[in-house]
């Protein structure tokens, strides 16, 4: 009897060994607990964020131009590139490693269509006098209340370090599926899979920083300006 | 794992576009949301209910998570939001600081009437 037929019919006996209990592989597992513990470190940032933006005057500068529609369309390049991933782990999933590697490909470019607009995005950013630690002098201005309270200074701090980290984790992302792409015959299906995964979880990060960092911060009065 | 050239992953192109879309739309409502007058509490409980909508879509669909054993759904998903809801321990902190702010250009009341006495 092969082990998946044994497993089958011992359901119960999951535990005692020779099966595999979650039906899958020790890899993908792994890849499972990686996620669980980077999806904490992006919570624990964002709610460090929500902390300070709780407990201080908090500016609101983002323009519809260039951050919304950059950041909107950023959204976009990910979105897709999460259904051309598993567009190539269902080829991979028909044996077409050929259909599969043109599917990482077409992932690994709308990534980096995301980095270069969102370097393009900081770019704004940092021309306009935004720093890790400072605030653009007219930003100050705006944005300081009538009881005198200047808004934080950490607001530089804060989306540099969260919406670098998420652009490092999507550097990476595309490093590795470049490796998976090119050894793509050689890999099994599950490992395709596994680079999915990753990917899948890059982008359901962006699904929370968005709306946190950029819709939350939108500057609906043009005060900026 | 397996030495089949198929292996099985539930799900058709179709339905993984139809996912799409689906995202793309509640992005949409986000950036609309995003320039519609509101307080900032409400605007962030719909934020958060919608992005949380959007990563189960990923997380079930995309991520396959659905297809897998309930064995593994209940060993990553559970621990991730309790882990998650444990952060929010911190919050009551933040506006306590907020309140401690001193935000009078002439001293506190308190201080001159100590003044005063003296």
Redesign the interface.
Known sequence: MSTEARAESFAAADWDGGTLPYRVGHRKLGMWLFIVSDSLTFSALLMGYAYLRASNVWPTPFPFYPSIVFSSVMTFCLLSSSLTMVFGVSASARGDKAGARKWIIATILLGLAFVVLHMIEWNHLISEGLRPFFLPEHWVKVFTTTDGTPPSPLFGATFFAITGLHMFHVLTGALYLSVVAARVKKLKHEDIEISGLYWHFVDLVWMFVFPLIYIMSVDVQGLTK | ??AH?????A?T?KL??SI?IW??LL?GI??F???K?MA?HF??TI??G??II??AL??A????LKF??L??IL??VP??VI??CL??V??P???R??GL?Y???EPPPVAVEKTEDQ
Do not use: Q
């Not at chain 2, 050239?5 to 992953?9: C, L, M, T, V």
């Open positions: 794992m397996s050239a198929e292996e099985h992953f799900g192109n993984f576009s799409w995202l793309l992005t986000e950036i949301l995003g320039y007058p900032i605007m962030l934020l958060l919608l992005s959007k990563a990923i997380v669909y995309f991520m396959h897998e054993r064995s593994l060993t990553v621990m991730l882990c998650i952060l929010f911190f919050f902190d933040s506006f600081s907020s702010r935000k009078f250009k």
